[in-house]
């Protein structure tokens, strides 16, 4: 149980085009989706948190215009890297949280990842 | 502020050797406590937690960790170590405010490397 899925699992694009990554919890209800991002060798960095039905709260630093979260219904949520750059190149990871059986579980169970490269 | 700490950047270890990695926790109220593997290219598997109870957790593939409240530690541990258990482990805590939206803080990762 608690498997959670991410597509695509890699994607090259050019500058300036917009990438939608899907995740999806496959087994599980999912009240609250995260999305991390992570560079070469470091940890995972959250870049914001969306709640199934409302606007995602993002972090301190993170463009809330240029990485468009829509968390749509209880299994999937989307980010979308509007206009990307090569800066915006990075692996994208998100994590589902399975609400269902009230706050004391808390386990994030996080999908596989996205591999973004921005020519 | 919450943080974790895992002071080695990385573990090298014999096969059939314990292993331990260490991680450190600084949180206001009681912790949540997670140890997640993420082996190359791929997202992070779940391990184990501690929420409350006893202190040695028992998780997947043969791992456990103790968290021990007085040193604020929560290390990683296996008897026997293996080949296969080469990957980046990544401790993490989150708080039990009791908010809907419990963010996870992770450490810096520990590379664990089992020679054979």
């Known amino acids: 149980g608690a498997v959670v899925s991410q597509h695509p699992s890699w994607v090259i694009c050019k500058s300036g085009t917009s990438v939608k990554i899907e995740c999806r919890s496959l087994?599980?209800?999912?009240?609250?989706m995260f999305w991390y991002r992570q560079f070469p060798k470091q940890s995972l960095m959250l870049m914001a948190t969306?709640?199934?039905?409302?606007?995602?709260?993002?972090e301190q630093g993170v463009e809330k215009d240029k990485f468009l979260i829509n968390h749509a219904s209880l299994t999937l949520s989307t980010l979308t890297v509007t206009s990307a750059h090569p800066e915006d190149s990075s692996f994208y990871i998100c994590s589902a949280r399975d609400g269902s059986r009230g706050i004391s579980t808390d386990t994030q169970y996080f999908g596989p990842g996205t591999r973004l490269t921005v020519l | 502020a919450q943080s974790v700490a895992q002071p080695e950047d990385q573990v090298n270890v014999a096969e059939g050797n314990p292993l331990t990695v260490k991680c450190t926790y600084s949180?206001?109220?009681?912790?949540?406590l997670f140890w997640y593997v993420q082996y190359p290219n791929r997202g992070l598997q779940f391990l184990l937690k501690?929420?409350?109870?006893?202190?040695l957790v028992k998780g997947s593939y043969g791992f456990e960790a103790e968290f021990n409240k007085s040193q604020t530690s929560f290390h990683l541990k296996k008897p026997s170590a293996l080949v296969s258990d080469s990957a980046l482990y990544f401790c993490?805590?989150?708080?039990?405010?009791?908010?809907?939206?419990?963010?996870?803080?992770f450490g810096t990762g520990t590379l664990l490397a089992v020679q054979p």
């Open positions: 501690y929420i409350t109870g006893d202190n």
């Open positions: 993490a805590v989150s708080g039990n405010y009791g908010g809907a939206t419990n963010k996870l803080i």
């Open positions: 087994d599980f209800q999912a009240t609250t």
């Open positions: 969306s709640n199934e039905g409302s606007k995602a709260t993002y």
């Open positions: 949180v206001s109220g009681n912790p949540y």
